[in-house]
């Protein structure tokens, strides 16, 4: 969990310091540095006066939490339901799903001999509310709490086990308030009064008497459909295989429930205890299993790094991570609805294989400045409410610079077309001009001048949209001409 300054001697009690206002202190210990009486809190001279020969390393908490994130990650097989607690603790909501292990007690020895087998040292409590489960486990023996006795498991565990803060500790104890049981036979009134309403709380929730759904760390999915393998899978044959089976399993979850999926997430469980998720997102909601199959083919293939199965994949998981109603098609006559379909598809695998970024659509914007009327938006995204259209659409080229060139022009005063104009060292004579149209700025954009658009046509046939920028005497500084935009 600590990245060592230098290899610890395995045979020499462990410690990990870090410096907390420019003393060395122990962060954390081994169970070896532990059994000859050190504890974390004490500073590394300390340390060293009663056990003189040490293994010492730098405490890196940015590795250590990243090491719980994978552990919750790997968690995450037996419930969606994960959340961290502090800096070494996670709190599991099982309920639901002790059945699909064989109840309580064996899941909880399940989930530890799993974690066990890499490396790891833990204490598992399975209770009623996740602060009994907590203090149990971080004060008390690890076990499962029979239903209703929470109250009496933690009654003899210190008020330090409440995670109170440290001052409300220290006033309890001054009060001869030693265990939580102590705390629980007082009344309520008067330890608000003095210690604030938090320590009632705590202590309703930890004595099972009040209960309050953990908030995962991830999103919980509109439904799941995953696969356990007895003997772990690492052929791409069986995983994609695999991966088939759950599409279709998904496909019909959500047939029932008259939904598609928009955003769907495949977790593949590695029996090291490595999770890789691979995501895809669809521009409509979709629940047609080839299609789905084929965007996820499309993400496998164009992953830089792909699985790496390992020792094997021993659990996969398919989840729908945002679904959305889906009514079924009905084919117009024009066979506009097949269109449709069949973009939204291709705009799917776009995003698929080049990124959901990299696949953009135009956005109307409800302004008439020409810089600012579309923008670009990915087009996986959900379409937002259309922008009111002119009944009469002003005709612009497909063709825009940005930002316009200016170029040199011959016009009559104060709002004639434009005769002649230089652009490029190119003089082009102007035989056909169509306008103006007048594009004044916001009032709220105050300072920025009027704009008078034409469409020209010079004595060659190529056309242009000129504008002129600002009015002859009713706007600040001498009008200048740009070149917005070519006509094909």
Avoid at 72 to 81: E, F, G, K, Q, S
Avoid at 266 to 271: D, H, L, V
Avoid at 353 to 361: A, E, N, P, Q, T
Wanted: charged share 30%; net charge neutral; with cysteine.
């Amino acid at each position: 969990m600590s990245g060592p300054s230098s290899a610890p001697d395995e045979a020499l009690p462990l410690v990990f310091v870090e410096r907390v206002k420019g003393a060395l202190r122990l962060s954390a210990i081994s169970a070896q540095a532990r059994a000859v009486g050190l504890a974390p809190g004490l500073t590394l001279a300390d340390a060293r006066a009663r056990i003189p020969v040490l293994a010492v390393a730098d405490h890196d908490p940015r590795a250590d939490a990243g090491f719980l994130e994978r552990i919750a990650d790997d968690c995450d097989r037996w419930t969606p339901l994960v959340a961290l607690d502090g800096v070494d603790g996670l709190v599991l909501d099982i309920t639901g799903c002790t059945h699909l292990f064989g109840g309580e007690a064996r899941m909880r020895r399940h989930v530890m001999e799993h974690l066990q087998r890499h490396g790891l040292t833990l204490h598992a409590v399975v209770a009623g509310t996740p602060e009994a489960a907590r203090a149990l486990a971080r004060c008390g023996k690890g076990g499962v709490v029979p239903i209703g006795r929470e109250a009496e498991c933690v009654g003899p565990l210190p008020i330090a086990a409440l995670d109170l803060p440290e001052e409300s500790v220290t006033g309890l104890a001054r009060a001869g308030l030693r265990t939580i049981g102590d705390l629980a036979a007082r009344p309520g009134t008067p330890l608000a009064a003095r210690f604030g309403e938090v320590l009632l709380t705590r202590l309703r929730r930890t004595l099972g008497h009040e209960d309050v759904r953990i908030t995962p760390r991830r999103p919980l999915p509109a439904c799941i459909a995953e696969r356990r393998f007895a003997e772990p899978i690492g052929r791409a044959e069986d995983v994609g295989g695999a991966l088939g089976l759950l599409i279709d399993d998904l496909a019909l979850m959500l047939e029932a429930r008259g939904e598609g999926g928009r955003a769907f997430e495949a977790s593949f469980f590695r029996a090291d205890g490595a999770v890789r998720r691979i995501a895809v997102e669809t521009a409509r909601p979709a629940r047609d299993p080839s299609s789905l199959g084929r965007l996820f083919h499309e993400k496998l293939d164009a992953l830089a790094d792909p699985l790496d199965p390992g020792f094997g994949f021993d659990l996969i998981r398919l989840a729908v991570l945002r679904a959305e109603t889906l009514a079924p098609a009905q084919v117009s006559l024009d066979g506009r609805a097949i269109e449709e379909e069949e973009v939204s598809a291709l705009v799917d695998r776009l995003a698929a294989r080049l990124g959901r970024d990299r696949v953009l659509r135009f956005m109307m914007r409800d302004t008439h400045d020409p810089d600012r009327a579309a923008r670009l938006v990915p087009a996986a995204d959900p379409a937002p409410p259309a922008v009111p259209m002119p009944e009469e659409l002003p005709s612009r080229p497909l063709m825009m610079f940005d930002p316009p060139q200016p170029i040199e022009a011959l016009a009559e005063v104060p709002d004639g077309p434009p005769l002649r104009f230089r652009w490029r060292r190119v003089l082009h004579e102007v035989v056909h001009a169509e306008g103006p149209e007048r594009i004044a700025a916001e009032w709220w954009r105050r300072g920025a001048p009027t704009r008078d658009y034409y469409r020209v046509e010079n004595e060659k046939g190529r056309r242009f949209w000129l504008f002129r920028l600002g009015l002859y005497e009713r706007e600040p500084g001498a009008p200048r001409w740009f070149v917005h935009g070519l006509f094909p």
